[in-house]
């Protein structure tokens, strides 16, 4: 096997071939390199240049496996490979270890680059590996189907053609896939896909199955181009049985590997790595719940699909459907007619008769740090584990939402958090109410939030607040940052020590706003009994534009507690906006609370935030979720809420290679140009001379051929003459 194996590579290194294949997969690495490494700063190396290397390769096999027996037996070179003292199966494995060698030396090769990226940044070893191994096993497999090939016919031509033929059907698995009539058989198309396999891989997601399943498809594949040159020296109908069990072997490993498969996450961000808290909420879960991902199963993310499949696997009681909707109308109508807009990959989770919608894209939080820098954080284990918990809960906080007066409508990323936090929210219109016999706002009701009034309230509706706080109710109000016009509701908060200012805050001192912007507030989150769960998470708070509130207000036997403040140099401005920065005569100075609770040991509490832009999506991104989760908290504290989910996001995507601006260009010209330039001029040079070594040879052997025939003449012409003597001597002694 040895011998053939140097006489493979022998072929294959003295022959321009190989480093015009060598060139190409080096243009090309260093293309995808520069463009989606390099441009975008990424260290996912494997998904943006592997992925897209890996097709270089096969369009090269069919030419590398087409002369392994095809050629051999065309020109009828194979008679002296097995007539010589070597078994078939030496021959077999000489030229496939041969091939092997000969395709994974630019891939070995190709290490250098993540060696570049970890020059400048962090590059994740787990998903790296996850990739080459993914794409190693998947280039071993297709070169045993083209050494299969080539052992079927000795025409070349149809080698490459039917290579190409099987490899487009191997990559074309979610074609495939899509077009499956049954469920049964799209699953059993979508387990065997070797496409899928590679593309998991690729993605962080290495199952042991899927590496049995791979390696036994190569291992058969190799065995059957055995049986296949034994056709011909040995009975066909053995062969043909031994071929029978060597895939039925096949198929039963691959079977039993995939029956007890185990998922290894490979990916940079551990994201299958689940929390304590969602190990043990989602294990209690007693009742049958159902979790549907909007979207086809065929093209879902590999790693969307563990992690639902991990849900599952931590309690019996979870079940994962895949729902294409615009073919389900019955689904749609039952659960997503309410929402303007259903993303793909999206979850609806139900139990019974409660369910939750939960948006892709409320999955990602990202946070503009500073320019060109960015930071995403993945928060679908929070979202999920709550859904799962809000669904199955059977007691649940009630909160009631006044409109009547022109409110903003609660932002639907924070209406979701208060949902999934446990809290059932409920309208009620007090104008309308307030026109009744019967009372207004119910004993039973706890909890009320007034989000952002347009208009005032009037006295009869200040009265119904008044006696809600008296029998111990708790209310939440947000007021609109530029709404000057709630005389009557600034009124009833100064009444209870919160003394809402005229105007915008503005601040003086730059570590309390951000960009420049002396109004984008940066407030302080202040040590209190609400506050003590949250103070070691140092949130960063963005309140952006805000009233101010007096601090230490009391009133009505209420007294203050100041949550968020801003520095003594602030001042509240109330006309003048021109001058922006600069304080007037009528502008009250602070220090200024942007968020406070009044309490009474004896009746009830007023929690009061002075900016409503604090719960936007840019303040609250701006903030990684901190602002709504204060409020949260703060509301969790005064409600008694003790089932709080808190489970903090991974940060994805923030592996950056920051290379030198200076020398990227000439990085770019190296390895796209001058590398495969002088791999080519290499092999040239290389070919030649051995050529040339080869010509000369066979000229030294020609003179040597001359001058060895020169030699015997000389040497029997020198014999002749000797025997003439010898001939005259002996007549001489007989005449004598």
């Known amino acids: 096997m040895l011998a053939i194996l140097k006489r493979e590579l022998k072929n294959y290194y003295t022959s321009v071939f190989a480093y015009v294949y060598y060139a190409l997969f080096y243009a090309m690495a260093g293309v995808f390199f520069a463009m989606n490494c390099m441009d975008t700063y990424s260290t996912q190396f494997g998904y943006h240049v592997l992925q897209y ?157 899927d590496i049995i399943y791979l390696l036994a498809l190569t291992v058969m594949f190799v065995l059957l181009a055995w049986i296949a040159l034994e056709c011909r020296r040995q009975n066909v109908w053995k062969m043909i049985g031994m071929g029978a069990f060597v895939v039925l072997s096949s198929v039963f490993v691959s079977g039993v590997a995939f029956r007890y498969t185990k998922v290894y996450d490979f990916t940079a961000e551990q994201l299958l790595v689940f929390s304590d808290q969602t190990k043990e909420i989602v294990g209690k879960i007693d009742k049958p719940t159902d979790i549907y991902y909007i979207g086809e199963e065929s093209i879902a993310n ?136 019967e009372k207004t706002i119910s004993d039973d009701c706890q909890n009320i939030m007034i989000y952002t009034p347009q208009t005032d309230y009037t006295e009869d509706e200040i009265g119904e607040l008044e006696k809600f706080l008296e029998r111990g109710g708790n209310l939440y109000v947000v007021l609109d940052t530029l709404n000057e016009d709630l005389p009557n509701v600034y009124s009833f908060l100064k009444e209870y020590g919160l003394d809402v200012q005229s105007g915008v ?104 935030f002075a900016s409503d832009v604090f719960f936007n999506d840019q303040a609250n991104d701006e903030s990684s979720g901190a602002n709504r989760k204060f409020f949260l908290e703060i509301m969790n504290q005064i409600t008694g809420n003790k089932e709080v989910i808190w489970i903090d996001g991974k940060r994805v995507g923030d592996q950056k290679a920051l290379y030198p601006y200076n020398s990227r260009g000439l990085v770019k010209i190296v390895i796209i140009g001058i590398v495969p330039f002088i791999i080519l001029l290499f092999g040239i040079g290389l070919i030649t001379m051995y050529r040339k070594n080869i010509v000369i040879n066979l000229l030294h052997k020609k003179d040597d051929d001359e001058k060895n025939d020169e030699q015997q003449e000389e040497i029997e012409e020198q014999e002749s003459e000797e025997l003439q003597q010898d001939d005259e001597s002996r007549k001489d002694e007989r005449n004598f």
Do not use: W
């Open 53 to 209: 290397v890996f097709y270089v390769i096969v369009v090269i096999l069919p030419f590398c496996t087409m002369k392994l027996f095809a050629l051999e037996r065309k020109y009828g070179t194979d008679q002296l490979l097995f007539t010589a003292p070597v078994s078939s199966i030496s021959v077999l494995m000489g030229k496939f270890l041969a091939t092997v060698v000969f395709t994974f030396v630019p891939v070995v090769g190709s290490v250098i680059y993540p060696i570049i990226i970890s020059m400048y940044g962090t590059i994740s070893l787990r998903c790296l590996l996850s990739a080459y191994i993914g794409f190693s096993l998947v280039v071993l497999l297709l070169l045993a189907i083209g050494l299969f090939v080539s052992t079927l016919t000795t025409n070349t031509v149809l080698v490459v053609v039917i290579s190409y033929a099987i490899y487009a059907f191997i990559l074309m698995g979610k074609v495939i896939e899509g077009i499956a009539t049954s469920r049964t058989a799209y699953h059993i198309i979508g387990q065997v896909s070797i496409y899928n396999k590679l593309n998991d891989m690729f993605s962080g997601i290495v199952r042991s199955g």
């Open 302 to 437: 590999a790693t969307l699909v563990e992690f639902l499949n991990a849900y599952e696997d931590l309690n019996d009681n979870i079940t994962v459907h895949y729902k294409d909707i615009s073919t389900d109308i019955d689904f749609f109508n039952a659960y997503l007619a309410g929402y303007y807009e259903v993303n793909e990959t999206s979850l609806v989770v139900v139990c019974g008769d409660r369910y939750i919608y939960l948006d892709a894209a409320d999955y990602y939080d990202v946070v503009q740090k500073i320019s060109n820098s960015e930071e995403v954080y993945l928060k679908l284990e929070e979202q999920l584990t709550s859904a799962i918990y809000y669904t199955n809960s059977e007691e649940f906080i009630e909160l009631t939402m006044l409109i009547g007066h022109s409110e903003s409508y609660l932002n639907s990323d924070f209406e979701n958090m208060l949902s999934l936090s446990n809290y059932e929210i409920e309208e009620l219109d007090l104008p309308s109410e307030m026109t009744k016999l």
């Open 505 to 608: 805050v503005v601040e003086r001192d730059e570590s309390y706003y951000a960009y420049d912007t002396p109004y984008y507030l940066l407030p302080r989150i202040q040590d209190t009994e609400y506050t003590k769960n949250i103070m070691d998470n140092e949130f960063t708070i963005y309140s952006m534009t805000s009233k101010g509130i007096l601090p230490n207000g009391s009133g009505n036997g209420y007294i203050s507690t100041d949550l968020l403040m801003t520095s003594g140099t602030a001042f509240s401005k109330a006309s003048d906006y021109e001058n922006i920065s600069e304080q007037s005569d009528e502008d009250v100075g602070g220090p200024f609370s942007i968020a406070s609770c009044a309490s009474n040991p004896d009746e009830g509490r007023i929690l009061l």
